[in-house]
């Protein structure tokens, strides 16, 4: 059984910096992508940043890009996010997620396991 355990969320003062942590096992982790994903209240999930299997390649939304930075230690199953400058409209709770591919996506639907969230809060 895959399970996914996200770590790090607070609150912020907008300025600041966070790392999210997601633990991960029941799946060959170093042979898959993973993703970030966000939901803010009254919003869609949306897309936030994918690291491949190896690490080598990462993608991120437009709105974070500059200032997020997604990393993974395959070794400690454990995949990252780090999150610099962050401002109130990062506000939302964190999802990390994982598919059965080498290969990254930005879309929900392409992920079959997802952590709990963690909650996001930044201040202005």
């Known amino acids: 059984q895959v399970q996914l355990v996200e770590s790090g969320g607070g609150l912020v003062q907008a300025g600041g910096s966070l790392r999210l942590s997601c633990a991960a096992s029941?799946?060959?982790?170093?042979?898959?992508?993973m993703g970030w994903f966000r939901q803010a209240p009254g919003k869609e999930r949306e897309f936030v940043a994918s690291i491949s299997w190896s690490g080598y390649s990462t993608y991120y939304a437009d709105s974070v890009k500059g200032r997020f930075t997604g990393s993974r230690d395959n070794a400690k199953s454990t995949v990252y996010l780090q999150m610099n400058n962050l401002k109130p409209e990062d506000t939302a709770v964190y999802y990390c997620a994982t598919r059965g591919s080498r290969f990254t996506s930005p879309w929900p639907h392409d992920y079959d396991y997802w952590g709990q969230g963690t909650q996001v809060t930044v201040s202005s």
């Open positions: 029941g799946r060959t982790f170093s042979s898959v992508a």
